[in-house]
T-cell receptor, first 113, second 114 residues
Framework: KAGVTQTPRYLIKTRGQQVTLSCSPISGHRSVSWYQQTPGQGLQFLFE???????NKGNFPGRFSGRQFSNSRSEMNVSTLELGDSALYLC????????????FGAGSRLTVL | DQQVKQNSPSLSVQEGRISILNCDYT??????FLWYKKYPAEGPTFLIS?????DKNEDGRFTVFLNKSAKHLSLHIVPSQPGDSAVYFCAASGEGGGADGLTFGKGTHLIIQP
């Protein structure tokens, strides 16, 4: 069974640009969550989608947005990039239930110059 | 304000000995706790979890203990092996389940010395 796939794995952008990251969840998983990992803050929850609807959102500015498609694939977008947006962006999927056992992808490493 | 705290950024343990990783939380609404392990260049992988109705959960070499009154949990690895060298994250969630997102600690880098 294929795991969670994130693309691209690495990317470099400059301040003011925007970026779109993609995530394909495990087949059959309908919930997709996004997390930001930085050395100083650890993993922080961005948002979670289920059946194309955003169910919850973390404490991030509106420059961070996402969406989910009918096949459960998800994208997140960051507009007007700032230096502080440099981070590892992790996508995770989970099946039904409330056990919170997330399966993470390898992440997309974003560097903002 | 950090709701999940892992106060030891790193921990070094000899191979074969017990590794004990600690985690404290402040939010009394948390009712489910998990440990994830992360190797460089990989995403975190689920290790073990515990519900607030239990005080211990065991899976092979890994045991998680929960002390609700102290708002403290710990992960014991016995015996420690070289492949256990990784960053370990403690995570917690509330009644909303996965929809509320997990709150993670900042991680503890475990180094197993040969």
């Amino acid at each position: 069974k294929a795991g969670v796939t994130q693309t691209p794995r690495y990317l470099i952008k400059t301040r003011g640009q925007q970026v779109t990251l993609s995530c394909s969840p495990i087949s059959g998983h309908r919930s997709v969550s996004w997390y930001q990992q930085t050395p100083g803050q650890g993993l922080q929850f961005l948002f979670e989608y289920f059946s194309e609807t955003q169910r919850n959102k973390g404490n991030f500015p509106g420059r961070f947005s996402g969406r989910q498609f009918s096949n459960s694939r998800s994208e997140m977008n960051v507009s007007t990039l700032e230096l502080g947006d440099s981070a590892l962006y992790l996508c995770a999927s989970s099946g039904q239930g409330v056990t919170n056992v997330l399966t993470f992808g390898a992440g997309s490493r974003l560097t903002v110059l | 304000d950090q709701q999940v705290k892992q106060n030891s950024p790193s921990l070094s343990v000899q191979e074969g000995r017990i590794s004990i990783l600690n985690c404290d939380y402040t939010n009394s609404m948390f009712d489910y706790f998990l440990w994830y392990k992360k190797y460089p260049a990989e995403g975190p992988t689920f290790l073990i979890s515990i519900s607030s109705i239990k005080d211990k959960n065991e899976d092979g070499r890994f045991t998680v203990f929960l002390n609700k009154s102290a708002k403290h949990l710990s992960l014991h690895i016995v015996p420690s092996q070289p492949g256990d060298s990784a960053v370990y994250f403690c995570a917690a969630s509330g009644e909303g389940g996965g929809a509320d997102g997990l709150t993670f600690g900042k991680g503890t880098h475990l180094i197993i010395q040969p």
